[in-house]
């Protein structure tokens, strides 16, 4: 019963359909399911801090939509963390 962490909320896994917007591409949930790994998952300037520490929450995926959505009002990408932040 753990909740799906989609850890890759951005624009480019955005579709606009005639009956609303749909998120694609869960690879990146699936992984989570093998724990730790050894890269950084996601876009950075997408991703949040828990993420560059392979620590990533359902709250991780807001901050994803929160970037998604600055993209859609400013049409530019947020400015990426680093892993220190």
Known sequence: NPPVVHRDISPDNLILCSDGIKLVDFSL???????RTSSTMGKH????????????CPQS?????????????????????????
């Open 61 to 85: 995926d807001i901050y994803g939509l929160g970037a998604t959505m600055h993209y859609m009002l400013t049409a530019e990408d947020p400015r990426p963390l680093s892993p220190d932040d």
């Open 29 to 35: 949930a699936a992984a989570q399911k093998t724990r």
């Open 45 to 56: 300037s997408y991703a949040p801090p828990e993420q560059f520490r392979e620590q990533p």
